[in-house]
T-cell receptor, first 116, second 113 residues
């Protein structure tokens, strides 16, 4: 299995531009999570999906952020418009059957976003 | 979820056992102890988890005290590749919806020659 795949690995953009981050979860996993990591705030959960349906988006910082999961094998996190304070590493993770003790979350390599 | 307390950093000589402590004095009966680690520039990686019994897998051992208020992650023979930030997380496994992983600041383990 290729694991969780994220693209792009690095993104540099200018303030005000739209940014789209992509994630392909591990096949068969029914939960997908988006995290953000910064030096100041550490690793924080933004949103997660179950069977393609958003379950908890309480961690999404503001309306500029949106996430979708059109099918079981693809999710996007969009920032529009982007701001310099959005600069961070964004991780996607997936798991199978969350709610059991063995629902290990597998993380992707992350997308390092820099907003100038 | 219960809060955890970990030392900020630790050093360990290569080949020696690395013992990483975690305090979770407010843990509830239905909360598990999980350990993840994050090697520089990579996503977090699951290591091990347990409820009240000691656990061992190919990566590490988890020792949970009888009162469950603290635990220790043991890497039996640390290598340079074990240098990472180690996160101890306490979470309820089932609340009707997916339970979150709440990452604290972790322990930065430096393995040296």
């Amino acid at each position: 299995d290729a694991g969780v795949i994220q693209s792009p690995r690095h993104e540099v953009t200018e303030m005000g531009q739209e940014v789209t981050l992509r994630c392909k979860p591990i096949s068969g996993h029914d939960y997908l999570f988006w995290y953000r990591q910064t030096m100041m705030r550490g690793l924080e959960l933004l949103i997660y999906f179950n069977n393609n349906v958003p379950i908890d988006d309480s961690g999404m910082p503001e309306d500029r952020f949106s996430a979708k999961m059109p099918n079981a094998s693809f999710s996007t996190l969009k920032i529009q418009p982007s701001e310099p304070r959005d600069s961070a590493v964004y991780f996607c993770a997936s798991s199978f059957g969350s709610g059991r003790s063995t629902d290990t979350q597998y993380f992707g390599p992350g997308t390092r976003l820099t907003v100038l | 979820d219960a809060k955890t307390t970990q030392p900020t950093s630790m050093d360990c000589a290569e080949g020696r056992a690395a013992n990483l402590p975690c305090n979770h004095s407010t843990i509830s009966g239905n909360e598990y102890v999980y350990w993840y680690r994050q090697i520089h520039s990579q996503g977090p990686q699951y290591i091990i988890h347990g409820l009240k019994n000691n656990e061992t897998n190919e990566m590490a051992s988890l020792i949970i005290t009888e009162d469950r208020k603290s635990s220790t992650l043991i890497l039996p023979h640390a290598t340079l590749r074990d240098t990472a930030v180690y996160y101890c997380i306490v979470r309820v496994v089932w609340t009707g919806t997916a339970s979150k992983l709440t990452f604290g600041t972790g322990t930065r383990l430096q393995v040296t020659l």
